[in-house]
């Protein structure tokens, strides 16, 4: 176990922002957070970091855990000329062979000169996220990973993401509000809207009326397409990349 929180609760100004959460993460899971703008994922997910001190509960936490961010957006100026190798060691050296061998396991073993301005959408997350392999995380928290990348590169992110975890060993929270893809990797969703509304697999959450209630037709749309997979991979356990390749 990476972190296991109890009865977590962050007031705001107009009261509680989030309370009575309670989640756990362990090494080698993918998590997934979702709830509309909001719905306190941001928030829970600093507390369980330690960015900000919790109100109320308690979070107990694996000694030493490195932890590696993903955050929402980062601008880079383009008056600032930057390759990616040296966008990679900016904060923290790193030596060649580590560099190397995690640019290729993103997929951007080929481009360590380019300039980072000069980066597609998909690549820019691919060396956000290298950045954060290199601190060699415990545990990997990703913040909206697929903002501005599109659908195809969506699923090829997602399919990262799962290798990641499968080739690391490393526990994974994704915090999202895109209610598809990211749906059918992951192990195990939880629901936000100031508390837990829903937690478990895919298939549990999506047929939960809480669910349902919260996210409307859209939640329709999804369970269309995800129960479409299902019947091809019949695996009540593990979803994995091969069912965001069938969405292609």
């Known amino acids: 176990m990476l972190i296991a929180a109890k009865n977590l609760g962050i007031k705001g100004h107009n009261g509680w922002r989030v309370r009575g959460v309670s989640l756990s993460i362990a090494a080698g899971e993918i998590v997934t957070m979702i709830g509309p703008n909001g719905s ?106 697929v903002q501005g990348v599109d659908f195809t590169g969506e699923i090829a992110l997602y399919e990262l993401i799962t290798q990641i975890r499968d080739e690391l060993s490393c526990g994974m929270l994704l915090i999202s509000h895109d209610l598809h893809i990211v749906m059918s990797q992951t192990d195990r969703v939880v629901c936000m809207n100031g508390h837990i509304c829903c937690e478990g697999a895919p298939a549990s959450v999506i047929e939960n009326e809480a669910y349902l209630k919260l996210f409307g037709p859209k939640a329709s749309e999804f369970l269309a397409l995800y129960h479409h997979d299902h019947d091809h991979h019949h695996d009540h356990e593990h979803h994995h990349s091969h069912e965001g390749a069938d969405h292609a």
């Open 40 to 145: 306190g994922k941001s928030t829970t997910a600093k507390a369980l970091l330690g960015i900000i001190p919790a109100d109320e509960g308690t979070i107990e936490r694996k000694a030493d855990m490195r932890i590696g961010y993903v955050p929402q957006s980062i601008q880079v100026s383009r008056h600032v000329p930057m390759s990616l190798m040296r966008f990679l060691t900016l904060t923290q050296k790193h030596s060649a062979t580590d560099i190397a061998d995690t640019l290729k396991l993103v997929g951007l073993g080929t481009i360590q000169d380019k300039p980072v301005t000069e980066l597609s959408g998909g690549q820019f997350q691919r060396a956000l996220i290298a950045r954060a392999l290199l601190l060699k995380p415990d545990l990997m928290v990703l913040d909206e990973p």
